[in-house]
């Protein structure tokens, strides 16, 4: 599975963003997908998960900001990121966990897409 990451840039306080991510490969036996992101001398840290079932969860700072969405057909991730502030500056990473009968989860990232946000 490979995911490769878009969307990201530079936006001023209170702007909007669309993160997509694109898989491919063998994109079956999804688990969860979601969005991760790391800001400069930080850890890794959860913004948004997606069961496959669709039942999301987010990280406390972006409720009511953020929206994670996913296009099955097109085997597609987003992040919707609303009223942004300097906080969310980060380097933001796609995640797909796959669970494998017999094998266990298999996780993969992307590559991440930088999201900065000026004061």
């Known amino acids: 599975v490979q995911l490769v990451e878009s969307g990201g840039g530079l936006v001023q306080v209170g702007g909007s963003l669309r993160l997509s991510c694109a898989a491919s490969g063998s994109v079956n036996m999804v688990n969860t997908l979601g969005w991760y992101r790391q800001p400069p001398g930080k850890s890794r840290e959860l913004v948004a998960t997606m069961t496959d079932f669709g039942d999301a969860v987010y990280a406390d700072s972006v409720k009511g900001r953020f929206t994670i969405s996913r296009d099955t057909a097109r085997n597609r991730l987003y992040l919707q990121m609303s009223n942004l502030n300097p906080e969310d500056s980060a380097v933001y990473y796609c995640?797909?966990?796959?669970?494998?009968?017999?094998?266990?989860?298999?996780?993969?990232w992307g590559q991440g897409t930088q999201v900065t946000v000026s004061s």
């Open positions: 995640y797909l966990s796959r669970w494998i009968p017999g094998g266990g989860p298999l996780d993969y």
